[in-house]
C-alpha cells in the first residue's frame, strides 16, 4: 500500500467515526446524577406542612409574628380555637423573620354570617413582601368574591389593582379556603432601582389563578405601582379598615427557594 492509499483510507476512517459518532445519540447523553434533589416527606392530604418548611403558624401561637405598628399600647392578633384573628384596632400583622423568594401555603376563612359589599366584604390580604416600616408591599388580595362583584384587579385572586385571577375560585363564606403562591422577588441595584422584577404564581383553592406573573411594582390603593428597595422582608398580613367581621387564618408554612 502505498502512502497516499494509506492517508486516505485513514482520512476516510476518521471521517465516518466522526460522522457516525455524531448520529449515534444515546439516551443517558442528556443525563445526570449529582447534585440530587433533597429527600423531603410531601405534607399529608390536610395541606399539613413538608418537612423542610418553616412553620409560620400551626394554632399554637403567634411566636413567628409582629404588629407592623410600634405602639405599646397595640393589641395583637388573637389565637381564637386554633387560628390566627384579624384584629382590626390593632393595624397589620406580619411575620418576624424576613424572607426573598418562597413557596407559601396559607388559608383563610371569611366569616359565612359575612356583609357588605364590593371591596367592604371579608377584605384582607396576603403581602408577599412588605415595604420598609411595615408600609405597602405587594398584594395578593383577600376577600369574598363567591357571590360579590368588585373591579376585577381587586378580587380574590387579584394581585391589588394589576392584575385580575385567570378564574373565580372562591368557595362560599365560611368554608376554608387556601392559597399557594410561589413568589419570586424583586432585585435592585446598589442605587436602589429595579434590576428584575418581581414574579409570582398562585392556586386558588388548588386552582391556577396567576401564571408567572410579573408585577409592575407596589400595589397601592392610591397612586402609581412602583419598586422600592426592600429586600428581603417580612410577610404581611392585612386588617381591612371594612366595617366586615374579621378573618381567620390557619395553617401558614413557607418553603425558602
Ligand atoms: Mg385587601
Not at 392530604?45 to 403558624?57: R, T
Not at 373591579?151 to 368554608?175: D, F, R, T, W
Request: charged share 20%; glycine share 8%; with cysteine.
Amino acid at each position: 500500500m502505498n502512502r497516499k492509499i494509506f492517508y486516505s483510507l485513514v482520512l476516510t476512517a476518521f471521517i465516518t467515526m466522526t460522522v457516525y459518532g455524531q448520529q449515534k445519540a444515546t439516551p443517558e447523553q442528556p443525563e445526570y446524577y449529582s447534585p440530587a434533589p433533597k429527600v423531603i416527606t410531601p405534607g399529608s392530604a390536610n395541606f399539613g406542612a413538608p418537612s423542610d418548611a418553616i412553620i409560620l403558624f400551626d394554632g399554637k401561637n403567634l411566636d413567628e409574628w409582629e404588629p407592623t405598628r410600634r405602639s405599646a399600647s397595640i393589641e395583637k392578633w388573637t389565637l381564637v380555637d386554633g387560628t390566627m384573628l384579624v384584629n382590626k384596632k390593632s393595624g397589620d400583622f406580619q411575620t418576624k423573620r424576613k424572607f426573598k423568594d418562597f413557596q407559601l401555603h396559607i388559608e383563610y376563612r371569611i366569616p359565612s354570617d359575612i356583609n357588605g359589599s364590593g371591596q367592604s366584604r371579608g377584605n384582607s390580604g396576603i403581602f408577599m413582601a412588605a415595604l420598609p416600616g411595615g408600609s405597602g408591599g405587594y398584594e395578593l388580595q383577600v376577600l369574598d368574591n363567591y357571590n360579590n362583584s368588585t373591579y376585577v384587579n381587586g378580587q380574590a385572586g387579584s394581585i391589588y389593582k394589576q392584575n385580575p385571577p385567570m378564574v373565580n375560585a372562591c368557595l362560599k363564606p365560611g368554608e376554608w379556603q387556601r392559597y399557594e403562591v410561589v413568589w419570586i422577588a424583586p432585585r435592585f441595584k446598589e442605587d436602589g432601582s429595579i434590576e428584575s422584577s418581581a414574579r409570582v404564581t398562585v392556586f386558588h383553592n388548588g386552582v391556577l389563578v396567576q401564571n408567572n406573573l410579573v408585577l409592575t411594582g407596589d400595589t397601592p390603593y392610591l397612586g402609581n405601582t412602583e419598586y422600592k428597595k426592600n429586600s428581603p422582608s417580612p410577610i404581611k398580613l392585612q386588617a381591612h379598615g371594612d366595617k366586615s367581621e374579621p378573618i381567620s387564618y390557619r395553617n401558614i408554612w413557607l418553603r425558602e427557594l
